[in-house]
T-cell receptor, first 113, second 111 residues
Framework: SQTIHQWPATLVQPVGSPLSLECTVEGTSNPNLYWYRQAAGRGLQLLFYSVGIGQISSEVPQNLSASRPQDRQFILSSKKLLLSDSGFYLC????????????FGPGTRLTVL | GDSVTQMEGPVTLSEEAFLTINCTYTATGYPSLFWYVQYPGEGLQLLLKATKADDKGSNKGFEATYRKETTSFHLEKGSVQVSDSAVYFCALLERNTPLVFGKGTRLSVIA
């Protein structure tokens, strides 16, 4: 069976510091991968998605970036965090090809102070 | 573009009450439709899905029917429990495009 991991689970960072959140998927090959952000009391915002190694599509311009160095690894980064980057970050995966269900990780709670 | 509209919450119900959360959608093609549930402090879990018109998705006592004529996918449960308290998201998916979510509906069930 497939599992998706995210770490860290929680993170408190000062404004201006760098960020690296990691997501890995087990039990499947060549998945589509996604990063979402959920601000407090709000819905989900798609940030990035990837259909393969090194292939990243950005949905919203901001000071975040994503990379996919390996088939089942997806990393969300920032060089300098802003207060507005606080939120709950969710990684998700789906199978390649036809439209298919997305499965979500447990999330990372980021607080920027 | 594609969009999903959910009823605004929060919805507060007593235990054993009947639940309906409305969801309507706009799509150019023939999307798959989903309900996800998010318990406090957790990620999203797939609750149920339907891939074509008139399909009924069901899980854990929840049901939703894909109604193409009314472009709707309303979530229902006959008797809610306190453990059903969560945020519920309706979503649609068309081929080769990312999932489109509604804004979520918070449900609180009181004993």
């Amino acid at each position: 069976s497939q599992t998706i991991h995210q770490w860290p689970a929680t993170l408190v960072q000062p404004v201006g510091s760098p960020l690296s959140l990691e997501c890995t998927v087990e039990g499947t090959s060549n998945p589509n991968l996604y990063w979402y952000r959920q601000a407090a009391g709000r819905g989900l915002q798609l940030l990035f998605y990837s259909v393969g190694i090194g292939q990243i599509s950005s949905e919203v311009p901001q000071n975040l970036s994503a990379s996919r160095p390996q088939d089942r690894q997806f990393i969300l980064s920032s060089k300098k965090l802003l207060l507005s980057d606080s939120g709950f970050y969710l990684c998700a995966w789906s199978r390649q090809g036809a439209a298919d269900t997305q499965y979500f990780g447990p999330g990372t709670r980021l607080t920027v102070l | 573009g594609d969009s999903v509209t959910q009823m605004e919450g929060p919805v507060t119900l007593s235990e054993e009450a009947f639940l309906t959360i409305n969801c309507t959608y706009t799509a150019t093609g023939y999307p798959s439709l989903f309900w996800y549930v998010q318990y406090p402090g957790e990620g999203l879990q797939l609750l149920l899905k339907a891939t074509k018109a008139d399909d009924k998705g069901s899980n854990k006592g929840f049901e939703a029917t894909y109604r193409k004529e009314t472009t709707s996918f309303h979530l229902e449960k006959g008797s809610v429990q306190v453990s059903d308290s969560a945020v519920y998201f309706c979503a649609l998916l068309e081929r080769n495009t990312p999932l489109v979510f509604g804004k979520g509906t918070r449900l609180s069930v009181i004993a």
